[in-house]
Nanobody
Framework: EVRPVESGGALVQPGDSLRLSCAAS?????????IGWFRQRPGARREGLAIYVADGRTYSADSVKDRFTISGDNAKNMVFLQMNSLKYEDSAMYYC????????????????????WGQGTQVTVSS
């Protein structure tokens, strides 16, 4: 079973950078999976931030694409979210989610498609 594990959350100041990591092993095929980063701010719905597909495709939400970058290491089944110029409103619980297979572009943002979810890592931006 795939069990995504997030790490890297922290208390940072506005303008700081942070890199989150997601380790997700156990895929039936090491070259066929999709991993995404999502976050949930207090009182808000969970939103998609960035997606990594094992074939190298990446997708970023318009709201963060200028500041957040997703990357992956297929050999280690790890995906990273580099977050720059953090703002107060970036404070949230950040989740890594994974699923078997390479999701098509029309499905990568569909949260029900992700079968496995991590416990989350907290990012707090405060001065």
């Amino acid at each position: 079973e795939v069990r995504p594990v997030e790490s890297g959350g922290a208390l940072v100041q506005p303008g700081d950078s942070l890199r989150l990591s997601c380790a997700a092993s156990g895929f039936r095929r090491s070259d066929s999976y999709t991993i995404g980063w999502f976050r949930q701010r207090p009182g808000a719905r969970r939103e998609g931030l960035a997606i990594y597909v094992a074939d190298g495709r990446t997708y970023s939400a318009d709201s963060v694409k200028d500041r957040f970058t997703i990357s992956g290491d297929n050999a280690k089944n790890m995906v990273f979210l580099q977050m720059n110029s953090l703002k107060y409103e970036d404070s949230a619980m950040y989740y890594c989610a994974a699923t078997e297979g390479r999701l098509s572009p029309s499905l990568v943002w569909a949260q029900p498609r992700y079968m496995y979810w991590g416990q989350g890592t907290q990012v707090t931006v405060s001065s």
